[in-house]
C-alpha cells in the first residue's frame, strides 16, 4: 500500500492521518491513502513566491520557453510508467493517451510559444501610441509576471493533463504554481511530479504539489497571486466568492463541468458522410473516459425527422462497446474514476429519469468483461429520449458526470441554436454538416453562449481532433455556467499571469525599456555598417543612414520588366484619370528592392541571411525623380537556440527600413528579419 506525499518547501512531506483512502477503479482494491493535514500553506505560498518566482521572473521567454522542451521530451521518455499507474483510474489506453500525451503534448504547444515573445523576461504588449503633436512624448505597454503563485485546483478526470495544461502556462509566464490534484487520483500526478522534481529541470519552489484534500490552500492568497479551479460550477462559484479572493481582487479563472450538445444539421441525413461522422463521434464523446470530461455531450441535438434514427444507431454503437477491465483484449470503456463517482451518476440519472426516458443502458446494472462489478466503479452508458426539450427542461439543467446523454428533437435551426443555449453556457457544442451556410447560421446563432465551437464535416474529419479535446492554442472555457473563464488560449493563456502596465515618456527611454526601437527615438549612425557586427554587437536604436537615389523612368520600365508587373498605373500614364496618381508611379516592391541595394553591405560578415519581411507598407507615391534614402535600424534582437552542437550560434535581429525622399518624408516602411552569428561559437 502506498502512501502519497506531497511535495511543498523542497522536501516530500505526508499529512497528518488519512484524509483519503484510494481504491483500485476496477476492483475496488485499496491501493493507498493520502492527507495534507497539518501543512503550513501560508508558508508553502510563500516559498513558491520568493524561491521559485524569484528564478523564474529573471529567466527571459526564450529560456523559459526552452526549459518546458527540455521538460516535455524528458517526460515523453517516461511516459510508459504513466500509462501503467493511470490503469487504475479505470482508464483505457485511449483515455490515458488523451491525458498522459495530451499534457505533454501541451507542454510542447506551449514551449514552442516562445518564438512570439522577446528575449526579456516580461512582454512588450501592441504598438507605442503617439501622445504628442512633434513626437517627443509617447506611450506603450509592457506586461511583466506577477510576483505571487498560481494555485491550481484539478478534477480527478484528467490527473496529468489538468495539471500539464496549467503550469505549462504559468511558467512559461515566470510565475511558480501550486498544484492541487483531487485527492481520489492524486497518485499518478505525484508518480509525474516526482519524475519532474529529480530530473531538476524546473528551478527550486517552481512547482509544488498538494495531493490530499488541500483544506486551507487558498486561506493565505495575495494580491498578485492567481487561482485556477477545474471541477463543478457550484465549487468553483463557492471558492470564487471567498472573501480573501473577492476582497483582493485574486484573479480567479473558473473553468466548470457544462451542459455541452452535439448537433446534427439538416443536410447530415443518413447515407451522408456527415450522419456517420455524428453518429460516431457523439457515441466517442459518451464513451471516451466513460463520459467523465468536462468536455463531454451531455444533449444531442438532432432534426425530429431524424429521431428514430439517431436513437437506433447511437444505440447499435453502444451495445457493441465492450466495457470492462482496459487490459482485456476487445474493451473499449473503463470505469469511472471512483464508487463515490458511481453514486452520484447515478443519482443525476435518476433525477433526469423524472422527465425523460431511458431508451438505452441500465442504471444498476452493466455487463463487463473483468474487472469487479460490486466493487468497481463500473457504470452503463445511459442514452435519453426527451420528446420536449423546450418543456421539460431538466436535461438543460442537470448534469450526470459520466456516460449519459439526451436526445432531443429540433424543427428549424433556430430552434437548434436555442437548445443549444439553453445549457446557460457551455465548453463546447458542436454542429455535424455538409452545408456550410447552416454551419455560419449556428455558429453566429450559438458562439456567445460557448467557449469553442466545433463545424465537422467529411473535408476535415480525418484531421480533426474531435468534439471533446481542447487544443493549448485555443481558449479552453466557456461563459455562464461553463465558469466564465478561459484556459491555455496560446499566447493568451500565457497573458493571464502578467500584469499589463501602461508606460509614458521620451522614444528614448520607452526603447531603452521596451528593448525595441521606438520612432522618435535617438538613432546613433552605426560605425562600423551593422552588417559587419555580430549579434552581441548590435545596439537597438542605432541606424545606417544610406546613400541616395533617384528614380527614373528607367528604373520602373527595367523592374517592370524583371517582375512582370505591368500594371497601368506603373506602364500607363494615359488610364491615371480618375486615380490617386498623378503620374506613372514607381512599384512599391521597386521601392523596398532599391532600398535594400542602398543598405545592403555586400561584403560577406556576420548577418548570414534575411529571410522574411513584416509590416511592408507603403505611405507615399513614388514619381520618377523622386531621391530615395533609407534610414535602417536595429530594431529588436532575439536570442536562438542551438539545434544541435554542430549548428551555427545566431540570433534573429529585426531592422526597421524607413524609406525617405527628398522632402523628409517616409514613402515605405518594412521590418526585415535576419539571422546574425553570434561572436562566440562554443
Known sequence: ???????????????????????????????????????????????????????????????????????????????????????????????????????????????????????????????????????????????????????????????????????????????????????????????????????????????????????????????????????????????????????????????????????????????????????????????????????????????????????????????????????????????????????????????????????????????????????????????????????????????AFGPVSTIMPYKHIEDAIELARMGKGSLVSSIVTPNDKEATEYVIGAASMHGRILILNKDCAKESTGHGSPMPLLTHGGPGRAGGGEEMGGKRGVMHYLQRTAIQGHPTTLTQITQQFQVGAEMPEADPHVFRKHFEEMVIGETVFTHKHTVTDADIVNFANVSGDNFYAHMDATSLEGTIFERRVAHGYFVLSKAAGLFVDPKKGPVLLNYGIEEARFTKPVYPGATLGVRFTVKEKIDQEKRSEDDIAKGIVKFLVDVFDETGETVALATILTMVRKIDQN
Open 1 to 399: 500500500m502506498i502512501q502519497v506525499k506531497n511535495f511543498v518547501q523542497g522536501k516530500w512531506q505526508a499529512g497528518e492521518g488519512v484524509e483519503t483512502n484510494l481504491y483500485n477503479a476496477l476492483n475496488g482494491d485499496l491501493i493507498g491513502n493520502t492527507s495534507s493535514k497539518g501543512l503550513d500553506y501560508e508558508s508553502i505560498l510563500n516559498y513558491g513566491r520568493s524561491t521559485g518566482g524569484s528564478i523564474l521572473r529573471k529567466m527571459t521567454f526564450q529560456e523559459r520557453g526552452r526549459m518546458l522542451k527540455v521538460l516535455a521530451l524528458f517526460l515523453q521518455e517516461k511516459k510508459e510508467s504513466y500509462y501503467q499507474l493511470s490503469a487504475l483510474t479505470g482508464a483505457t489506453r485511449v483515455d490515458s493517451w488523451i491525458d498522459i500525451e495530451g499534457g505533454i503534448g501541451n507542454v510542447f504547444a506551449n514551449a514552442s510559444l516562445r518564438k512570439q515573445f522577446p528575449d526579456l523576461p516580461y512582454y512588450v504588449d501592441g504598438v507605442a501610441a503617439p501622445l504628442s503633436k512633434n513626437g517627443s512624448f509617447i506611450g506603450h505597454h509592457i506586461m511583466t509576471p506577477k510576483r505571487g503563485v498560481a494555485i491550481h485546483i484539478n478534477a480527478f478526470n484528467f490527473p496529468i493533463w489538468g495539471m500539464l495544461e496549467k503550469i505549462a502556462v504559468n511558467l512559461m509566464a515566470g510565475v511558480p504554481c501550486i498544484v492541487k490534484p483531487s485527492e481520489f487520483t492524486c497518485f499518478l500526478t505525484e508518480l509525474m511530479v516526482k519524475d519532474i522534481i529529480d530530473s531538476k529541470i524546473l528551478p527550486e519552489g517552481s512547482l509544488q504539489l498538494v495531493c490530499g484534500l488541500g483544506r486551507g490552500i487558498l486561506d493565505f492568497v495575495d494580491i498578485e497571486d492567481t487561482v485556477t479551479f477545474t471541477g463543478s460550477a457550484h465549487t468553483g462559484k463557492v471558492l470564487k466568492a471567498l472573501p480573501q479572493i473577492a476582497d483582493k481582487s485574486v484573479a480567479f479563472n473558473l473553468e466548470a463541468d457544462s451542459l455541452n450538445a452535439t448537433i446534427l444539421g439538416k443536410f447530415a441525413i443518413p447515407g451522408t458522410a456527415e450522419f456517420d461522422l455524428f453518429i460516431k463521434e457523439t457515441t466517442k464523446e459518451i464513451t471516451v473516459k466513460a463520459g467523465q470530461k468536462c468536455t463531454a455531450v451531455r444533449r444531442i441535438i438532432v432534426p425530429d425527422n431524424l429521431l428514430d434514427e439517431v436513437q437506433k444507431a447511437i444505440a447499435a454503437r453502444l451495445a457493441s462497446t465492450k466495457i470492462g477491465d482496459p487490459s482485456l483484449e476487445g474493451v473499449r470503456m473503463g470505469s469511472l474514476a471512483t464508487r463515490i463517482q458511481v453514486d452520484r451518476v447515478r443519482e443525476s440519472v435518476n433525477r433526469l429519469a423524472l422527465s425523460q426516458e431511458i431508451v438505452y443502458g441500465n442504471v444498476n446494472e452493466v455487463e463487463i468483461t473483468g474487472g469487479d462489478s460490486e466493487k468497481g466503479a463500473f457504470f452503463s452508458p445511459i442514452l435519453f429520449m426527451n420528446n420536449d426539450p423546450f418543456n421539460k427542461t431538466d436535461c438543460h439543467e442537470i448534469e
